[in-house]
């Protein structure tokens, strides 16, 4: 089993800076991958960073250029960074960590999520 921990949601001022962390505990010689998304009131979750077992990363267009996901990998846990900078109003959103992990079949772990907002 997989648990997360996120955490360093808040407010911020547009422009402003912000970073999340999520902390893996658990099986984590067994994760493929960790992503994060994020809703926002009213519209679908959506996938905003991807860092994958070998360190490639990928971004929403909507992000890129302004977000980082990076890995810190320790004895018994992963940590992954989102770095978010120059934050704007429709960044705004509940953000979610989720680890993909492998086993006997492939399957998800989702964090408890972090409110992220950012005012005009």
């Known amino acids: 089993q997989v648990q997360l921990v996120e955490s360093g949601g808040g407010l911020v001022q547009a422009g402003g800076s912000l970073r999340l962390s999520c902390a893996a505990s658990g099986s984590i010689a067994n994760i493929a991958g960790m992503n994060w998304h994020r809703q926002a009131p009213g519209k679908q979750r959506e996938l905003v960073a991807t860092?994958?077992?070998?360190?490639?990363?990928?971004?929403a267009d909507s992000v890129k250029g302004r977000f980082t996901i990076s890995r810190d990998n320790a004895k018994n846990t992963v940590t992954v960074y989102l770095q978010m900078n120059s934050l704007k109003p429709e960044d705004t959103a509940v953000y979610y960590c989720?680890?993909?992990?492998?086993?006997?079949?492939?399957?998800?772990?989702w964090g408890q999520g972090t409110q992220v907002t950012v005012s005009s």
């Open positions: 860092i994958i077992s070998g360190g490639r990363t990928n971004y």
């Open positions: 989720n680890a993909v992990v492998t086993g006997p079949t492939l399957y998800n772990v």
